[in-house]
């Protein structure tokens, strides 16, 4: 019989996650990337170039309109990794044990996995 996991990451800590695991027992069976991009716009400024009487400062930008749109970009991304471990396999509850006492053995690793990470570039 086998148990599963599945755990999100950044993509530059795949590997690390990957040969922990792998260290209590589990093996990948997948890893999926996801990468998404959202472009908001924030703000539309206008602004019309006129002026009072005809020909009066004629410059050729007469009646132009400049228009700066003001955007946010929003970058999501994460690596899904999709674990199995073999419960028949010799020393199996002591890898538990040890699985459990890991994060206290290792504090820069949290112990429950973040959410991904949102960036506004």
Excluded: C
């Excluded at 792998?22 to 006129?50: C, D, P």
């Excluded at 970009?73 to 040890?98: C, G, H, M, S, W």
């Amino acid at each position: 019989m086998y148990e599963y996991k599945s755990e999100r990451v950044a993509p530059a800590q795949q590997n690390n996650l990957v040969n922990t695991y792998a260290a209590f027992g589990w093996e990948l069976m997948s890893a999926q990337e996801t990468y998404h991009e959202n472009t908001e716009i924030t703000g539309v400024h206008a602004k019309a170039r006129t002026y009072g009487a005809f020909m009066q400062g004629f410059t050729g930008d007469d009646g132009k309109v400049t228009t700066t749109i003001d955007t946010a970009k929003t970058v999501t991304n994460y690596v899904t990794l999709q674990f199995r471990r073999d419960t028949a396999i010799p020393n199996y509850a002591k890898l538990v044990e040890l699985e459990h006492k890991a994060p206290d053995l290792f504090p820069t690793r949290p112990a429950k996995p973040h959410k991904p990470i949102a960036r506004t570039i």
